[in-house]
T-cell receptor, first 114, second 113 residues
Framework: NAGVTQTPKFQVLKTGQSMTLQCAQD?????MSWYRQDPGMGLRLIHY???????DQGEVPNGYNVSRSTTEDFPLRLLSAAPSQTSVYFC?????????????FGPGTRLTVT | AQRVTQPEKLLSVFKGAPVELKCNYS??????LFWYVQYSRQRLQLLLR??SRESIKGFTADLNKGETSFHLKKPFAQEEDSAMYYC???????????????FGTGTRLQVTL
């Protein structure tokens, strides 16, 4: 199993550009989520999904869209990038929402918006 | 609202010294608490969870509901323990918000010779 994969690893955008961060998992996990990691802020939940076709907002959803058409994929879309979205983005998955389940994290995507 | 506080950004200790990484939480109930670790150039991974009452790599953490704390401890630090450590909280099942894992800001542990 590849686990949780994210592409790209690095990305530079100009203000106003759009892009999609890809996340995929091959563990048949129902639960997937996106976090952003900023210095001094820790990891903050952006959006999450408890299964295909179901998504919900996390702590910092503004400026981001998600969809979950398949169990495997959970892309994160930036419609109009802003410098405040410069961050490292992590995708995670787990078998379910139960607290006993470990969350598996991807390697991260480092995004810079100029 | 749920909140996790890690008061130290950096903790520097000598090899062989005891380690205590502090974590305090705010939640009006009985949440699930976790410690995650991120080693240099590696992805974030689970270190331990309080419900398992386990010791991983010599680390233990006790949930103190009275003090709302979940400090991570190790009696003798090793060089390979140098990493970023995050405390995290998740509401219990049945609250409708069990999906929302909240992380602290992290503490960088630096173990020196």
């Amino acid at each position: 199993n590849a686990g949780v994969t994210q592409t790209p690893k690095f990305q530079v955008l100009k203000t106003g550009q759009s892009m999609t961060l890809q996340c995929a998992q091959d563990m048949n996990h129902e639960y997937m989520s996106w976090y952003r990691q900023d210095p001094g802020m820790g990891l903050r939940l952006i959006h999450y999904s408890v299964g295909a076709g179901i998504t919900d907002q996390g702590e910092v959803p503004n400026g981001y869209n998600v969809s979950r058409s398949t169990t495997e994929d959970f892309p994160l879309r930036l419609l109009s990038a802003a410098p405040s979205q410069t961050s490292v983005y992590f995708c995670a998955s787990s078998p379910g929402q139960d607290s006993s389940y470990e969350q598996y994290f991807g390697p991260g995507t480092r995004l810079t918006v100029t | 609202a749920q909140r996790v506080t890690q008061p130290e950004k950096l903790l520097s200790v000598f090899k062989g010294a005891p380690v205590e990484l502090k974590c305090n939480y705010s939640y009006s109930g009985s949440p699930e608490l976790f410690w995650y670790v991120q080693y240099s150039r590696q992805r974030l991974q689970l270190l331990l969870r309080h419900i398992s009452r386990e010791s991983i790599k010599g680390f233990t953490a006790d949930l103190n509901k009275g003090e709302t704390s979940f400090h991570l401890k190790k009696p003798f630090a090793q060089e390979e323990d140098s990493a970023m450590y995050y405390c995290a909280l998740r509401p219990p099942e049945g609250t409708g918000t069990a999906s929302k894992l909240t992380f602290g800001t992290g503490t960088r542990l630096q173990v020196t010779l």
